[in-house]
């Protein structure tokens, strides 16, 4: 890539085992290709071109289909100065591009192909950059990436974690969620819960437990510090158990002494200005001398931006900027988080820091970063813990934009795993190429909130996908949900006994969290829940089951039951559940026939109330949209190969619009149109839980997806509701 043009090579010669490549001219580079029994080096040892911004000195296009041929082709980057896009192991179907944006497909594959790349930037440096190139049957792949990542010292390793991962015991394990109160007085408390759920892991999730940045232990769980956290941790360790290090990564929490009360000057900055005139202490506004355009004043959990800015030793937070001259920050609140209020003089700097789920992040090419990289390996090894997650780790790109996020979010847990004293059970909340070499299991999704097992069924075939790279799968994070309103289904005994057949099905370990001893005490149902797991996951770690009933566990859909034979032992029993919804203005839906596909036995039923919207003309109701105007409708989008007209119209009430839509493609996959408004300010719609809707249908058979959305400051929420249009005429 030059000045953000891609050039192909125009020639290449070899001598020995360098390569020399030109580009046109415009570029030039030298390779160094290294041959061993099961792989090649392949490595850059100058690149140079005025304007020359990133090399790929690894392009090749794969011509087979490594899912049915049993062959793993891949690259691994030996070092940081190298960023391979594709996750190391043996990909199913690959791709290939060839000219533009053709995909070739080898005759008689039915699927798509791939390219293994390896890159390089300027920014990191060319010379140096290194890739191996793998090519081998499958069952040798990982023992030849074993070899590879002992060999270079640039890359950690960790007997848990990338090529090992499958071979550790440890890394199938289940664990179970602790976000503050584990201490020494309640610790046994712990215990006895984690046995009562069959788990052999703790999470301490930082934030109540310790903070942080600077991980300074809460003083009134820990008042001993680490020394009361290691015994904690021995006490679980004689049980058994394990207990995981949960971290945000890099991030500092606004009141390390970081930030207070004299903010490091290793903090993130987003831009820099200058005081364009001299401000006391009282000053309510900040004049700088540069333009503020480009600085938001829109903040959120998910927002990658602050509203903090620093001078001196001071930090100020402000409301507004002026976005035109004269250029600054109005409506301050002066020395901010515990800072002190100051003079500053004409001519200072004023830095508008960085900020990404509520906390700050250290400039990571500063020492700061290192610091805190190595604090969170000083308290693993201290306290004597066996995991770490590095959650907020996807908030890498806060760093130095997202293009270099790999290679800064790999940094840093590079540098944690390298001042570990023995190996950790490691997972993160983003995943890369780099991260593979560490990371001992993936598949830690957030928990649903209805749907369960639906959810489950996708989380299990995405989880399929570890196999090919390695590593074990994962089906956490699962949270017990009791009645809580509309917004949630609860969790029943069929929904968690399908989570764990699903966990034996595919031998991997579960996580639980907002479940507490205090939860479990008062919370009956709780604790008919937590017997089912105990008993599915005492069995899992047993190794009780047969490949040949794993196979049928791993089925989506196939629903058992655990039970008790004549002879005690325990056997998995096929079950059938039915679900049926009546609603009292349909007279055939208040009849409900069932089929019993086995021998005579007794009915259970379970009986719930659902919720609805009030009816149209229910006097709490609200309008949010009439259609007096159509122009209102302001978004108006379609697939290639779909028209889309809007008119207005008479409705069942009054006016209406006419969404019409037609695919002129032959597929019908995609084939999609869509109409909307985004409300400025935010409409809030307050209690009014329930949305209403007036569809006169075509009976064509079409599907109509209501949908919401949440501003991304505020929430990443959509609310979603289908309407399968098999009806004529007015239905609400």
Not at 113 to 130: D, E, K, M, Q, V
Not at 408 to 432: D, Q
Not at 676 to 698: M, Q, Y
Request: charged share 25%.
């Amino acid at each position: 890539m030059v000045d953000g043009t891609e050039l192909s090579a125009t020639s290449i010669s070899a001598k020995g085992d360098l390569i020399d490549v030109s580009f046109k001219g415009a570029a030039e580079a030298t390779l160094k290709v290294s041959e061993t029994p099961d792989f090649l080096i392949f490595e850059v040892l100058s690149a140079s071109g005025k304007g020359l911004e990133e090399l790929a000195f690894l392009d090749i296009p794969l011509i087979f289909d490594a899912e049915t041929e049993g062959f793993c082709a891949t690259a691994l980057a030996l070092n940081l100065r190298t960023n391979v896009p594709d996750l190391p192991g043996c990909p199913g179907r690959i791709r290939v591009h060839l000219g533009s944006s053709i995909d070739v497909y080898p005759k008689g594959l039915a699927g798509p192909l791939r390219r293994i790349t390896a890159r390089c930037y300027r920014r990191f440096g060319f010379s140096g950059a290194r890739a191996a190139l793998i090519a081998a049957p499958r069952t040798k792949a990982r023992e030849i990436m074993k070899v590879v990542v002992s060999q270079y010292s640039e890359l950690p390793s960790s007997r848990l974690g990338g090529p090992w991962a499958l071979d550790a015991e440890e890394t199938r394990g289940s664990y179970l969620f602790n976000f503050g109160g584990l201490g020494e007085k309640t610790v046994e408390e712990w215990i006895r819960l984690a046995e009562q759920l069959g788990l052999d892991e703790i999470d301490f999730h930082g934030g109540r437990s310790f903070r942080f940045g600077d991980f300074m232990l809460d003083p009134e769980t820990y008042p001993e510090g680490v020394k009361s956290i290691r015994r904690v941790i021995e006490k679980l360790h004689r049980r058994g158990i394990l207990a995981g290090l949960h971290t945000y990564s890099f991030f500092v929490d606004k009141s390390c002494p970081w930030v207070t009360p004299r903010p490091d000057g290793r903090l993130a900055k987003q831009a820099s200005f200058t005081l364009a005139a001299d401000v006391d202490p009282s000053t309510g506004s900040i004049p700088v001398v540069e333009s503020t355009a480009g600085v938001s004043t829109r903040t959120g959990f998910f927002v990658r931006n602050s509203v903090t800015i620093q001078i001196d030793d001071e930090l100020i937070v402000f409301k507004e900027v002026s976005r035109s001259p004269p250029y600054g920050f109005l409506g301050c609140h002066r020395g901010a988080y515990g800072t002190r209020a100051s003079h500053h003089a004409k001519g200072a700097k004023v830095h508008h820091l960085k900020e990404c789920f509520g906390l700050f992040v250290p400039d990571p090419e500063s020492t700061l970063f290192d610091e805190i990289a190595q604090r969170t390996a000083q308290l693993f090894n201290e306290a004597g813990f066996d995991m770490i997650y590095f959650d907020a780790l996807d908030g890498e790109d806060v760093l130095a934009g997202r293009e270099n996020g790999w290679h800064y979010g790999s940094k840093f847990v590079f540098e944690v795993v390298r001042n570990l004293k023995r190996p950790a059970i490691i997972e993160m909340s983003t995943f890369h190429h780099h991260l593979w070499y560490v990371r001992s299991r993936i598949g830690a999704w957030d928990h649903p909130t209805r749907g369960h097992r639906r959810f489950i069924d996708l989380h299990c075939s995405v989880n399929e996908d570890s196999e090919r790279i390695f590593l074990p799968a994962h089906l956490g994070w699962w949270a017990f949900k009791a009645w809580s309103g509309p917004d949630v289904e609860p969790t029943f005994p069929e929904d968690v006994e399908y989570l764990c057949c699903k966990c034996i099905g595919y031998d991997c370990g579960l996580s639980i969290m907002g479940v507490d001893p205090d939860a479990l005490r008062t919370k009956p149902f709780f604790r008919r829940l937590a017997e089912i797991v105990r008993k599915y996951e005492t069995l899992r770690r047993q190794g009780y089951f047969p490949p040949s009933i794993k196979k049928q566990l791993r089925v989506p859909g196939a629903t058992f039951t655990l039970a008790r034979d004549s002879n005690g032992r325990d056997r998995l029993r096929r079950v059938f559940y039915h679900s049926h919804k009546a609603v009292a203005s349909d007279e055939r839906s208040l009849q409900w026939t069932v089929n019993n596909p086995f021998q005579r036995q007794r009915l259970g039923m379970r009986i719930m109330v659902l919720t609805g919207a009030e009816g149209y003309d229910h006097p709490s109701s609200k309008t949010i949209l009439d259609f007096d105007d159509v122009d209102f409708l302001d978004r108006r989008e379609a697939n290639q190969g779909v028209s889309l007209e809007v008119t207005a119209g008479s409705g069942w009430s009054g006016d209406s619009v006419v969404f019409w839509a037609q695919n002129s493609t032959t597929v019908k996959s995609g084939a999609w149109a869509v109409i909307g408004r985004t409300f400025s300010p935010p409409k809030d719609l307050g209690d009014n839980r329930g949305i209403g809707v007036w569809v006169k249908g075509d009976g064509g058979g079409e599907l109509v997806n209501i949908q919401l959305t949440s501003p991304k400051n505020v929430s990443h929420g959509i609310g979603e509701h289908y309407i399968d249009v098999n009806f004529s005429g007015w239905r609400y």
